[in-house]
């Protein structure tokens, strides 16, 4: 087996996750290497997942009951977890969602209802940029259909990293709110967050960041980003599906509006008017991802349990492994940076001209999962001008005898295809 500085024990780490002793087709032993899209789950989380729903599954807060007062227990020492996973100054900035796309949503609908000095309008601009998640492109385009508010965008250089030679001019004094991703899922870049925040702060903008891809890779501090919101999603941190986060700075959750109304997030309610709660209940309509919200902070518990810095040194030596051997592959081309520096562990490619969905489907029948397609990003494939991309993307528990099988994978489908 390959030997690379900074590796984690991905040997004992791996016998954590069940599923990736799967056997395939033809007896091929699974290749996970689709996290960024959804991360696998460790026995840890599964295991405090059933204690909640053999031992204490209930509805949380307003119960005087046992299992209520224990789910409510779980439930809020999950913010508690979270709050210290991204040194959030207090628990209630944290907010939890189903997932990081309704994280900006939420923020984007307060914008859109807020009052001045806040509000989003006709006169005011949007500005996000050419690389982001359609989660982070959608809701800005609805709200400015919806205010008559301008949308800008930074573009992309020919190396998959963002053009900000034009800074000063894409971010104005108009500028209500600027919105980017801090890691690509589709590029794999790691955007230069303080240059963006700074212009914004000089202009009075307010700031947030998709931390989407970010969150579940390197140490998180939402004080040192310097952003207004953070958001971000648990299914791809070895959490369940179903729950996200948004971070939002106290004294801004307080002057916002709720996006959804419903029960918890109320004070008081009249047939006439309603008032509402503090944060972060004032955004948590209904039954919250009770379950959801457990399961995340028993992910957490595991990560912290291995160390963040760890992780991160760990994928950046893979991801450094990875480019140099798909750079072996003929007419293979990196979509995004060609170097491991200042990328993330996920790197799209294409292979000539065998379609993504082909790669993807003979990798397949080899026991290796990857992801094809657009990955939610089709402006990044239009400004590169390809159909798609095959994206490789790696975690923790990945190792470089699994990319060896990628190349020898694509070695198979060249091979395939003639």
Known sequence: MTQLPGLLDTEALRKDFPILDRVLHDGKKLVYLDNAATSQTPRQVIDVLSEYYEQHNANVHRG???????????????????AEF???PSRDEVIFTKNASESLNLVANMLGWADEPY????????????????????????????????????????????????????????????????????????????????????????????????????????????????AFTG?????????GVLWGRQELLEDLPPFLGGGEMIETVSMHSSTYAPAPHKFEAGTPPIAQAVG??????????????????????LTEYAVKRLGEVPDLRIIGPATAEDRGAAISFTLGDIHPH????????????????????????????????????FYLYST??????????????????G
């Not at 385009?141 to 919806?146: C, H, K, S, T």
Request: aromatic fraction near 4%; charged fraction near 20%; hydrophobic fraction near 45%.
């Open 64 to 82: 005087v009951h046992v299992l209520a007062e224990e789910a409510t227990a779980l439930y809020e020492g999950a913010r508690d977890k979270v």
């Open 86 to 88: 991204i040194n959030a």
């Open 119 to 230: 509000r989003v309008d006709s006169d005011t601009e949007i500005v996000i940029t050419e690389m982001e998640h359609h989660s982070n492109i959608v809701p800005w385009q609805l709200l400015a259909q919806r205010t008559g508010a301008k949308l800008k965008w930074f573009g992309l250089t020919d190396d998959g990293r963002l053009d900000l030679s034009d800074i000063e001019q894409v971010i104005t004094e108009k500028t209500k709110i600027v919105s980017f991703v801090l890691v690509s899922n589709i590029l794999g870049t790691v955007n230069p967050v303080e240059a963006i925040v700074r212009r914004a702060q000089e202009v009075g903008a307010l700031v947030c960041i998709d931390a989407s891809q970010a969150a579940p890779h390197m140490p998180m501090d939402v004080q040192a980003l310097q952003a207004d919101f953070v």
């Open 235 to 243: 299914h791809k941190m070895c959490g369940p599906t179903g729950i």
């Open 296 to 317: 995340l902070g028993a992910a957490i518990d595991y990560l912290q349990s291995i160390g963040m810095d760890k992780i991160l040194a760990h994928e950046h030596a």
């Open 358 to 393: 082909d790669v993807g489907q003979v990798l397949d029948e080899q026991g290796i999962a990857v992801r094809v397609g657009h990955h939610c990003a089709r402006p990044v494939c239009l400004r590169y001008g390809i159909p798609a991309t095959t994206r490789a993307s």
């Open 400 to 417: 470089p005898s699994e990319i060896d099988a990628l190349v020898e994978g694509l070695e198979h489908v060249r091979n395939f295809f």
